[in-house]
């Protein structure tokens, strides 16, 4: 479904990330883990059209999208749950579903704020609440969900546990598991590894705009050399 | 003569424009007032020199004077928002131009009439004018190079960076204001004893958005552009007295059109022109 | 003296200044573009108001076309000037801003002449007693337009998927495109809107003093531009509600203060007052 | 030649453009009857923007490059008085058309002013208030610039000599054009008459809203509302307000008449009081310069101090100081126009200070 | 050892958010300690308490015996306090060796009127180039920071902290963005610092560099100290393996044993 051929991209003069390829078949999920500034996020960023590609391609469906803008990505089924979520402050929770619905039609809207709620009931009751309020946790939820609402195919998520409750985490990769099963095509950045292991197909490791490593799951958590580079917890 | 009289005009507002360079270029706070400082000194001048004072005693003062106010407003100006500065600063013009208009000591509404001349004849007043503002562009550009300057463009770009180097902020800001102020006040009693009357509308908004754009035209924080803007766009309406109907038009598209085509202002211009001619050298 | 009388009449003057005022909120809220010229859309709105009522004869006919016709000047004005400058520093926009103003006064002046142009006759002058107050009927149609455009527009905000597109816009424009807000499209309507009530202000205006002349955006100009501040840039209820303060302010100051400061000095007295003690204006979240 | 300075852009090219029609009326007039000693008059004109600022290197400008003989002054009082000193140091005859300030004829014996003291209308205004109106309570409303405070002191110096009580003052900006305020509280007031010092522009609205607030006393004011355009803003509310001013509208005078329709005919609006004043300031250098024989710029200022000219102003003459002696005319609307009132020709009322 | 720095009940709240909550620690002279914990932990917000860019709701900061949580920042980078902030803010207007040299003029700057009487920066741009090529950057001391990867940002940014000569030097993750050679050989360079006597306390995610270098760790989460003293022995403890792993005291058996 995605694949990134020799993606380059970057700030300005800058690249954050080298001639990075990648695929993202549909229903698997794939990993991108790597220290601080290694890249993933503008990884993510640049398949949503948010960061200047600076060469190589971005194909969605076998179509080049590289140049396209972020609006029709949208459209097209690629939705984004960015690095520090990123929620409308002063819009309330509904309003910011609203918002991530805004793609669709104002009759899949109502349709889609119900499979929310049932993913995240906790969301239920606060759908006036202004969503720069919340707490860490419902505002992740709500990240997810806003991207939810735009009926992706390819879900981009960055740093899903970042700042939520170990519970709160569960709740999040339970739900991950089952949008996957039902066909939906994720790539993950996640600073826990096992977490990403866990639910990942594949995982590639980026290390200052380039990948080290990639592989299935199962050979990412056997490879003890991977888990040293990235945790150094060797012991 | 005629030329000279322009001269006096040119040479006062760079002193001017560069004081408010100080403050918005060098440290980085956008004021729309300023013409309250220049209107501060102007006026302070006048009430001295007409009440028998010394010409040469009445500049000194009204840069004081004006300095003096500049630092409270500057210590004001501490406690507000960075985007709100500019209104803020725009509210103080019309503060003392609200406040002038019903001080009967001031003259309200009618002004100060009858400064005196300082005695020293048209030619040599403007060669004084044009020393004064030498002194104050030597100034600037010493400001800019010492280890102030260098402080002020740290704070200009990100205060709270420039608080995590040590730097005072808020001592450096009020510096800014008070020497920019103090010049402001400089350049108004050079212009009172100019033209031997001051009158309230001499320092309204219109002043202080004229000496602003002098200062973005010429390049914010360029010395030389801001000189040549200011000495340009003081007399520009008398050079263009051909265009007649249409003066004002071409200013106001003149600002637009710099700000539009080189943001950077004439600084910039200058720069792209410098480096195009150094190019040709160096290849030819 | 006539407290009732007094407040009433700030209020009427504060509905003026809100109806400009917001469309400088709403373009400060988007572009952070302190928008000078605006005052100068203002003065084209009466410009043309005037002409097609002298023309036409019919001076709702006339506020109609001019609202819409303006709106979409203002639209246009976005895309030629502000659209290539939304990359440059703030102060670039401002400049650039205030060189329009001045050319459009003096667009004003050479095609319309210096001198004051009235409506031949001016309709909604009958008096009326509200409350015990005597108000032409222009003044009530100020309030009525205040209190339905604003209102509508805060309906609008706050409602519709439009206006939740607009906040969600304001709130991170990156964020707001990714999940298929098309930017430009909310920056015309924001424009459109902006320059339609500046437009509806500059006829009511016109229609209030029966006169138009080229500088009539000054006062505006600045007024405005001390209202949204108060209002908390960006923020359209506080501003609605600092327009308001200000005009009663301003009218109960014009009798009460008048030997202390004139009228414009009240307005910034005001605002300096308030923001030495709230340095974040009157109502504003950040 | 003639130096003429007067704002043709920026905010006061509204006067600015009524003097220069006014001044050009006159020039055409007289080159048309063979110019002055056989040559023609020629104005020189530059817009000083109303600017204190501009206006000095303008007076430097005309005086040393242009070589005028004399100055005329088509502006507001600001770059007047900082003109004024330029002419008196080069000694070059420089006349006033509507600048109102008292100071500008003190710079020296070579300033002349065609226009009357503000202060002097304030006091025709109050005998007309007082004596041939017959009211007694009275609210002055100010406009804050010189010639709206002018005004008001020349009117509040005699009052008592008729009779007048002022029950309350108020002023307001140039800017202003919103009343709502001073109109509710004078309402409170209940005055017999409002003697108001505004130009026609703020004057307008003003006199519209005191209507509107069901103010019905009578406006009492003065050559700054002078002009149609006060009328043709202000409307049915302008009714049965009177002014004190210097030009007659019915007049039978030839001169008038010719001067208000070649004036329709240039502006496309009929006459203005600054109009009028520009017109008299160039027939008073024309008779100056007849007089004195010359080019001579002494001698033309010798000229001037001894003249009298019949203008469409009246009959003008200078004192010591350099201010105009002349009668004034008082006119009110009625009908949606202008119309003859009566006259003030109190010779002691309306003689300006001399020092 | 006395104390050179010393936090104690330090507790700082953004609206609702709890950041810290009465944190204290002691930062003995010559120490290298190392201040972990997961994202949101309360590292960050901990710093700029220190640095007086955040009020602490209470607690009290002890600079070398003087109490310094009321005095604004500046004032205390002059008693000796040096950071590097884990986003990178050069001024972006001035060469990688004119940022430094501007921290360099400590002493100039420090007063507007004494900085008006100096102009010549020549000492001060030799000392900025040496701190440069201490870190490994010397050959970008010309080039502005847009065209400068966030590898060398982050050294600059360490170098302008070192200009300081602080008594204390504050490093927010500068590690973060360099790869593992580079990481290593800024962290040794740290390390000869901290031998030379700066005292040392360092933010960082690199646990391996941090268990190579620091003889001393704080654990933060939740902005809750749940760990501090020799590195091996703190991160023996279970909690603070949890913290890192993302699972919390519920549930994280599981992760646990695949950590292992
Ligand atoms: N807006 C920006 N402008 C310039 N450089 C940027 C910008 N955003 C990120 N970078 C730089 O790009 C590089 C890669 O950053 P990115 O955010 O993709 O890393 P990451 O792997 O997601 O790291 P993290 O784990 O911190 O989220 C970093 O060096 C970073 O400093
Ligand atoms: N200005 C702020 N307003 C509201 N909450 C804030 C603010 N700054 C920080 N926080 C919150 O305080 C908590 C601690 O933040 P802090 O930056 O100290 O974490 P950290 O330990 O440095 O994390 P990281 O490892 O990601 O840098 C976080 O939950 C954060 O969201
Ligand atoms: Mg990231
Ligand atoms: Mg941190």
């Keep these: ?235 | 003569m005629y030329e000279i009289s322009l001269l006096t005009v040119m040479c006062f507002s760079v002193i001017f424009a560069l004081s408010l360079n100080l403050i918005t270029g060098f440290c980085g706070q956008i004021s729309l007032g300023h013409a309250a400082f220049y209107g501060i000194g102007a006026y302070t001048a006048a009430l001295f020199t007409t009440d028998g004072g010394s010409f040469w005693l009445a500049l000194p003062l009204a840069m004081a004077v004006a300095g003096f106010f500049g630092f409270i407003v500057g210590f004001a100006s501490l406690r507000v928002r960075h985007d709100f500065l500019a209104i803020t600063t725009m509210g103080v013009g019309f503060l003392f131009t609200g406040f002038v208009r019903q001080q009967e000591f001031l003259g309200g509404e009618e002004g100060i009439a009858g400064i005196p001349d300082p005695g020293i004849g048209q030619i040599p007043y403007m060669l004084l004018c044009a020393v004064l503002a030498a002194a104050v562009i030597a100034f600037s550009l010493y400001v800019k190079r010492s280890w102030m300057g260098h402080a002020f463009d740290a704070i200009a770009t990100d205060e709270d960076t420039a608080r995590t180097l040590g730097i005072d902020v808020a001592r450096y800001k009020l510096t800014a204001f008070v020497f920019g102020t103090a010049l402001a006040g400089l350049a108004g009693a050079l212009f009172a004893h100019y033209v031997k009357f001051v009158e309230v509308e001499s320092f309204d908004f219109i002043e202080s958005i004229s000496v602003l754009a002098m200062v973005i035209v010429g390049g914010i924080g360029s010395v030389w552009g801001v000189v040549v803007a200011a000495a340009f766009l003081s007399v520009m309406p008398l050079l263009l007295q051909v265009f007649a109907d249409f003066k004002l038009l071409f200013y106001g598209v003149l600002l637009f059109a710099v700000m539009y085509f080189a943001p950077g202002g004439i600084d910039s211009l200058m720069r792209m022109l410098w480096r195009r001619i150094s190019g040709r050298r160096t290849a030819g | 003296m006539n407290y009732s009388d007094l407040l009433v009449q700030g209020l009427v003057e504060g509905c003026i200044y809100a109806l400009i005022a917001v469309g400088l909120t709403l373009v400060y809220g988007l572009l952070r573009i302190l928008h000078i010229a605006h005052a100068g859309i203002f003065t084209l709105g009466a410009y043309v108001g005037l002409l097609l009522t002298n023309e036409t004869g019919s001076f709702a006919a006339a506020f109609v076309i001019t609202v819409v016709a303006v709106g979409f000047f203002g639209m246009a004005f976005y895309r030629l000037f502000y659209e290539p400058l939304l990359d440059k520093p703030p102060h670039v926009a401002l400049i650039a801003s205030i060189g329009l103003f001045v050319a459009m006064e003096e667009i004003y002046r050479i095609v319309f002449g210096a001198t004051s142009i009235s409506f031949l006759a001016p309709p909604l002058k009958e008096t009326v007693e509200v409350a015990g107050v005597r108000l032409e009927e222009g003044r009530i149609v100020v309030v009525i337009l205040a209190v339905v455009l604003i209102g509508g527009l805060a309906v609008l905000a706050g409602r519709t998927r439009i206006g939740i597109a607009w906040r969600a816009t304001v709130s991170d424009a990156a964020m707001a495109e990714s999940f298929g807000i098309d930017l430009a499209r909310v920056r015309y309507i924001n424009f459109f809107v902006a320059s339609a009530l500046a437009a509806a202000a500059g006829i009511m205006v016109a229609l209030l003093l029966n006169q138009v002349i080229p500088t009539m955006g000054g006062v505006p100009a600045y007024k405005a531009l001390a209202i949204i501040v108060l209002g908390g840039l960006g923020n359209v209820k506080g501003t609605l509600i600092a327009a308001l303060a200000l005009g009663v302010i301003e009218s109960f100051g014009t009798i009460y203060l008048d030997d202390v400061l004139d009228r414009d000095a009240i307005a910034f007295a005001f605002l300096i007052a308030v923001l030495m003690i709230r340095p974040q204006g009157l109502f504003s979240r950040r | 030649k003639i130096g003429f300075n007067t704002p043709q852009t920026g905010f006061a090219a509204a006067d600015g453009k009524s003097v220069l029609t006014g001044a050009q009326i006159a020039i055409d007039t007289v080159n048309a009857a063979g110019g002055v000693n056989g040559k023609k008059l020629e104005l020189i004109v530059y817009d000083d923007q109303a600017k204190p600022k501009f206006a000095v290197p303008i007076a430097t400008k005309l005086i040393q490059q242009d070589k005028v003989a004399m100055g005329i002054s088509g502006s507001y009082s600001a770059p007047t008085r900082a003109s004024a000193g330029v002419y008196q140091n080069a000694k070059v005859p420089y006349v006033s058309a509507f600048a109102v300030h008292p100071d500008i004829t003190r710079a020296g014996n070579y300033v002349f002013r065609t226009g009357i003291l503000g202060s002097v209308l304030g006091k025709a205004a109050a005998k007309l208030v007082g004596e041939k109106l017959g009211k007694k309570r009275v609210v002055i409303t100010i406009m804050k610039n010189d010639y709206g405070k002018a005004l008001a002191a020349g009117f509040k110096s005699v009052m008592a000599n008729y009779g007048i009580q002022v029950v309350k003052e108020y002023q307001y900006s140039l800017r202003d054009r919103q009343f709502g305020p001073i109109v509710s509280s004078i309402k409170g007031d209940n005055p017999d008459a409002i003697f108001d010092t505004g130009y026609w522009f703020v004057a307008a609205p003003f006199v519209s809203q005191l209507r509107a607030g069901g103010v019905k006393a009578v406006v009492v004011a003065q050559e700054g509302y002078d002009g149609v355009k006060f009328i043709e803003i202000a409307k049915k509310a302008a009714e049965g307000v009177i002014i004190v001013t210097a030009l007659d509208r019915d007049s039978k005078d030839p001169a008038v008449r010719k001067f208000m329709t070649e004036f329709k005919k240039r502006t496309g609006y009929g006459a203005d009081m600054v109009g009028a004043s520009g017109h008299a300031a160039v027939m008073v250098a024309a008779a100056a310069l007849k007089k004195a024989g010359s080019t001579d710029r002494a001698a033309i200022r010798d000229a001037l101090a001894t003249i009298k000219v019949d203008a469409i102003t009246g009959t003008l003459s200078f004192n010591k100081l350099g201010e105009v002696q002349k009668s004034l005319k008082v006119q009110e609307v009625r009908g949606g126009g202008w119309h003859y009132h009566s006259e003030i020709t109190d010779a002691k009322l309306l003689t300006p200070p001399d020092k | 050892m006395d104390a050179l720095l010393s936090i104690t009940g330090v507790t700082v709240r953004f609206g609702g958010v709890d950041a810290l909550t009465e944190v204290g620690f002691e930062v003995p002279e010559g120490a290298l300690l190392g201040l972990i914990g997961p994202n949101g932990a309360g590292k960050t917000t901990m710093l700029r308490a220190v640095t007086g860019m955040v009020r602490p709701q209470a607690g009290s900061i002890v600079l070398d015996g003087a109490e310094i949580s009321r005095l604004p920042t500046h004032r205390r980078v002059g008693l000796g306090l040096g950071l590097s902030q884990q986003i990178v803010r050069p001024f972006a207007g001035m060469t990688a060796v004119e940022n430094v040299a501007l921290a360099a003029g400590y002493a100039k700057t420090a007063d507007p009127l004494r900085a008006l009487a100096a102009a010549s920066r020549q000492a001060e741009r030799e000392r900025a180039l040496a701190l440069l090529d201490l870190v490994g950057i010397a050959d970008a001391a010309e080039s502005l920071p847009a065209e400068l990867p966030l590898g060398y940002l982050k050294r600059v940014e360490v170098a302008r902290a070192l200009a300081l000569d602080p008594k204390v030097l504050l490093l927010d993750e500068p590690l973060a963005g360099l790869n593992t050679n580079e990481a290593s050989r800024l962290a040794d360079t740290v390390v000869d610092l901290n031998r030379q006597g700066t005292t040392v306390v360092l933010i960082e995610h690199n646990l391996s560099e941090v268990m190579r270098v620091c003889r001393h760790l704080v654990v933060l989460d939740n902005g809750r100290k749940i760990g501090d003293g020799d590195p091996a022995e703190v991160m023996a403890d279970p909690a603070v393996r949890d913290a890192y792993l993302g699972a919390g005291s519920e549930g994280s058996g599981e992760a646990r044993d695949a950590a292992a």
């Design chain 1, 1 to 235: 479904m995605l694949q990134l051929d020799r993606l380059t991209c970057g700030y300005g003069p800058f690249r954050a990330v080298t001639e990075l390829s990648l695929e993202v078949p549909d229903g698997s999920v794939l990993a991108l883990i790597g220290a601080n500034g290694a890249g993933k996020s503008s990884t993510l960023m640049a398949v949503a059209g948010h960061v200047a590609v600076m060469g190589g391609r971005v194909l969605f469906d076998d179509a080049d999208i590289t140049a396209e803008p972020a609006r029709s990505r949208v459209r097209r089924g690629i939705a984004l749950a960015p690095e520090g979520r990123r929620l409308f402050p002063d819009l309330t929770v509904q309003e910011n579903l609203t918002v991530g619905g805004y793609s669709r039609s104002q009759r899949a809207e109502a349709r889609n704020v119900e499979r929310v709620m049932a993913l995240f009931p906790r969301l239920e009751g606060r759908m006036k609440q202004l969503a720069g309020s919340m707490s860490g946790g419902e505002q992740q939820m709500l990240a997810i969900g806003r991207a939810l609402m735009a009926e992706p195919r390819l879900l981009l998520i960055d740093e899903v546990s970042l700042g939520l409750m170990p519970t709160v985490i569960d709740v999040c990769y339970a739900a991950l598991a089952r949008l996957r099963d039902d066909g939906l095509a994720i790539l993950l950045v996640e600073q826990s590894t096992q977490r990403a292991f866990d639910i990942a197909d594949t995982v590639c490791v980026l290390e200052s705009g380039r990948a080290v490593w990639s592989g299935t799951a199962e050979a990412a958590r056997e490879d003890p050399a991977l888990v040293e580079a990235y945790l150094g917890l060797a012991g």
